[in-house]
């Protein structure tokens, strides 16, 4: 009988996020094969612990990395680089399960290079395995693919539940021919959105490996796709409208299965989850029925634009806490280009009932996107600072194969937000790093407000200190100088492993002109969860 080993590569990047890192791709095609009698095992590796590295010299962003690599300034972001996961465990589990296939998920272009220095790995230990990849990575760049990386003998295009099950068939004689969308060196490949209708399947085994918040938790999926064609994302180039439902009791029964192993949190991966209501609403009635004393969220995101009270009443009747909202631009002249619904109006509607019902409310919005400005984005963020939410900015990357890709060089590792990789002029990376700060230290200034506090000012001493400075510590110094002189902190910290102690030094420098236009306007800043808000300048006393 033939066995596949499915892997989760590790990868390379400033930071992650951590709830958003379980394989539904390959956990679904495991859960596709495993109900037709195919032995399958799974590896993620990704569920290894991270190391340091280098910091990329090659990323735009280098000098930014640079100079805040020994900088404790909390709002600072990116001063370390690392791997996070490893194939540790993985050669002896490859020898002990004996697979006959091995497929790699290549999912995401950014991470492509990673996913290539453990595909030569492995196919220069275990030469007489069957190596197969897919993912979108492998979707957009179809018969490319095996030439880019050799080691490869198949690659899947598009969802991958059926395509592996009759590669396998016919790997094993069963099928006379290769099925659409599978590809190899002897054969052009055929792609086909007739596999879009696969379904999501829940793959029992592996349902309570992963956290949420360190908590137990379950990710899965509603629906597949998205009916919006926005020129920045991947759906507009492979999902072409299509948008998939699963059943009802589909979804209740994978539910179930999780609930029963003492699973309470649950996160739904959706593009669009809300874009059907009477789907929506029906599903959100049956978990009311079902399950009492959950936790469900969103993380990818909910359309703004197919919410109202009703809805949101319903949500969080069902287990919503929180709400992850994108306004991508508050432009309607650059939503318009970017060919993304529009109702800037609106978004103000749904903030205000969504914090009529207790929600935690988060609105992203993409810095550094084509045809924009940066009055566009700086207008984004004031609009957001006043509002009653955490701001979100998301940095603008390219996407392979959308209408924003006009990348003129193989190098797929610019294509990921902290690279800081854009044609447009004013977005480099001083001003995106800049912006991203603002919006950390104005989300800082939010909680501030939430919890009723003053910063005072918080010297940290040149003498030594037995325990390490706290976060909080080290904000109140930050924020403190930002607001009171208008200068940001450097903040140092050495320490002596002999003494177990900690030697602080801070210096200031001054802020840049897009930075202290803020600081300058002494903006209302609204709390996040609270009703309260305050002018900048009554921060301190």
Not at 129 to 154: C, Q, R, S, V
Not at 255 to 267: C, D, L, P, S
């Amino acid at each position: 009988m033939t066995r596949i080993l499915l892997i989760q590569p590790f990868v390379s990047e400033y930071y992650i996020t951590n709830e958003r890192l379980v394989p539904l791709g390959l956990l679904s095609i495991c859960s596709y094969l495993e109900e037709r009698g195919i032995e399958n095992c799974l590896f993620d590796c990704l569920r290894n612990s991270r190391k340091e590295l280098k910091l990329p010299d090659f990323f735009p962003s280098y000098k930014i990395s640079k100079k805040n690599q020994n900088d404790q300034n909390p709002f600072n972001f990116f001063s370390k680089y690392y791997q996070y996961g490893n194939d540790s465990g993985l050669f002896e589990t490859i020898q002990k399960f004996k697979p006959d296939i091995i497929g790699l998920s290549m999912n995401f272009s950014a991470y492509a290079s990673d996913s290539a220095v453990l595909l030569k790995k492995l196919k220069n230990r275990f030469r007489d395995i069957t190596f197969i990849a897919g993912g979108w990575h492998i979707t957009y760049l179809k018969e490319k693919a095996i030439e880019l990386y050799p080691e490869l003998d198949f690659v899947i295009s598009g969802p991958g539940e059926k395509p592996v099950y009759e590669l396998i068939k016919y790997i094993n004689g069963d099928l006379e021919q290769l099925p659409d969308c599978v590809y190899s060196k002897e054969r052009e490949q055929i792609y086909s959105n007739e596999l879009w209708n696969n379904e999501f399947y829940c793959k029992r085994k592996f349902i309570d490996n992963y956290t949420i918040f360190g908590k137990k938790s379950h990710t899965l999926v509603a629906t597949r796709g998205c009916m919006n064609s926005c020129n920045f994302c991947v759906m507009s180039v492979f999902g072409n409208g299509v948008y998939f439902k699963r059943k009802i009791e589909d979804i209740i029964f994978e539910m179930t299965v999780a609930y029963e192993k003492g699973i309470r949190y649950f996160n739904f991966e959706d593009d669009n989850i809300t874009t059907d209501r009477d789907f929506i609403n029906k599903l959100l009635n049956r978990i009311i029925n079902c399950f009492n004393d959950i936790s469900l969220f969103a993380m990818n995101g909910i359309e703004y634009s197919t919410l109202d009270f009703e809805l949101l009443n319903l949500m969080k009747k069902a287990g919503f806490q929180n709400l992850n909202l994108s306004i991508a631009i508050k432009s309607e002249t650059v939503l318009k280009k970017m060919n993304r619904p529009f109702q800037t109006d609106k978004i103000y509607d749904v903030v205000k009932d969504s914090k009529k019902l207790k929600f935690n409310t988060t609105v992203y919005f993409i810095c550094g996107s084509p045809d924009t400005n940066l009055q566009d984005s700086i207008e984004t963020l004031e609009y957001l600072i006043t509002m009653p939410v955490l701001i979100g900015l998301s940095l603008f990357y390219k996407v392979p194969g959308t209408d924003s890709f006009k990348i003129e060089t193989d190098d797929f590792n610019l294509c990921r937000g902290t690279a800081m990789y854009t044609e447009e002029s004013w977005a480099d990376p001083d001003t995106l790093n800049e912006l991203f700060i603002i919006s950390r230290f104005f989300n800082y200034l939010k909680s501030v407000i939430d919890r009723g506090d003053d910063i005072t000012y918080d010297q940290i001493s040149k003498g030594k200190h037995k325990k390490k400075c706290s976060d909080v510590k080290l904000k109140k110094i930050a924020a403190y100088n930002l607001i009171k002189f208008g200068d940001n902190v450097r903040i140092y910290c050495n320490k002596n492993k002999d003494e177990g102690t900690y030697q602080y030094k801070y210096e200031t420098y001054p802020n840049n002109s897009y930075r202290k236009y803020f600081l300058d306007s002494d903006i209302l800043v609204s709390g996040y969860k609270s009703n309260d808000s305050r002018k900048l300048r009554d921060f301190i006393n």
